[in-house]
């Protein structure tokens, strides 16, 4: 699909692009599509194994893919798939406080799946989202 304009911001984006083969967005006309984001420093792609600063990093990481595609962040998400190990309420809970944080004129969809394991062995949460960017 070399038609479309695919993204991979500096630091983990471009790691994950040379060692692992995929992008962290893509634009598809007025959308832009996310790979899921995990909790890592975007720089050096470390963890903070502590749930609620992982999800917020998360949050943190959309952020900067959207930019990163065009976008203008959080203000432009209509979908949200957020995975989890483990899936509780204290995960829950951090989403809703991003949620508030991040996109407090609107509420997006949103599928919360819990799962046994995400891409890499200290990741506890993975955002996905897709954005409505009209140029």
């Known amino acids: 699909m070399s038609h479309l304009q695919y993204y991979a911001y500096p630091g983990v984006g471009e790691r994950n692009l ?3 083969r995929y ?6 006309g007025d959308r832009i599509e996310l790979s899921g984001q995990g909790g890592w420093d975007p720089k050096t ?3 903070n194994t ?5 999800i917020e990093q998360a949050f943190v990481n959309v ?3 959207l930019k990163d595609a065009g976008g203008k962040g959080w203000s432009q998400v209509f979908r949200v798939n957020s995975y989890h190990v483990p899936l509780n309420n204290e995960a829950i809970d951090a989403m809703k ?6 996109m407090p004129d ?3 969809i949103w599928t919360c799946v819990g799962v046994q394991r995400l891409g890499e ?3 506890r949460v993975e955002i996905e989202v897709s954005a409505h960017d009209p140029k």
């Open 121 to 123: 062995d200290d990741m």
């Open 23 to 28: 992008n962290q967005g893509v634009r598809v």
């Open 50 to 54: 502590e749930i609620n600063a992982q």
């Open 63 to 65: 952020d900067l893919a």
């Open 97 to 102: 406080k991003g949620f508030d944080k991040w």
């Open 18 to 20: 040379k060692l692992h």
């Open 45 to 47: 792609g470390e963890f």
């Open 106 to 108: 609107h509420k997006p």
